[in-house]
């Protein structure tokens, strides 16, 4: 697979979530302009439908709904802003976060790398492996998909080709005493950060 491959590939499946969110947002603003509970029952359902988070949904839903009581926000396009600008300052937040945690020296870091079947996982965790070697850091690579066939096969491909070492269990075992396993690995052998694949289900 080349790498704009696998970028085009992730660039499409990204445009097509971006576009089905939008676009669900902007018919169910367009069916009902007015702020009313009909339209945040249809908000709720397409932010938790997006993987949004149900805390993270709550809040927003909460937020619209105040602003609207309090006149502060009248029509869907206000709405469709209020969205965006609420969802920018948590990521930015979370970027912050991100950041200060990586500063913390409480090894190892753990890196769950998440997603659906068919995302790029097991790639993806491939060439963090290779990018922190070559920031002279020793990762671990932990194979907690235990679900997929084939997943642990394809993951240690990735784990030789970073020269990087892999702590897994046979197909069909606890994801949790996977990781466990690595954990106790990574801080006997002084392995950090450790990188861990998820199943897809999860």
Known sequence: MTKSGFFSRLKEAV?????????????????????????????????????????????????????????MIRDAEQVKRLIQTTLLEILNQTSRNGESARAVDNAPWVVFVVGVNGVGKTTTIGKLAYLYRNR???????????????????????????????????????????????????RARGRDPVIVDTAGRL
Not at 151 to 171: G, V
Request: proline share 3%; aromatic share 4%.
């Open 15 to 71: 445009q097509k979530t971006k576009e089905n969110f939008v676009g669900r947002l902007e018919e169910a603003m367009g069916l009902r302009p007015e702020i009313d509970g009909a339209l945040l029952e249809d908000l709720e359902s397409i932010l938790i439908g997006a993987d949004i988070g149900v805390q993270t949904t709550s809040d927003l839903i909460e937020k619209i709904r105040d602003q609207a009581d309090r006149k």
């Open 136 to 186: 002279g850091k020793k990762p671990l690579i932990c194979a907690s998909d235990t679900f997929r066939a084939a997943a642990i096969d394809q993951l240690e491909i990735w784990a030789r080709r970073a020269n990087t070492e892999m702590i897994k269990q046979a197909s069909g075992a606890d994801p949790a005493a996977v990781l466990f396993d690595a954990l106790q690995a990574a």
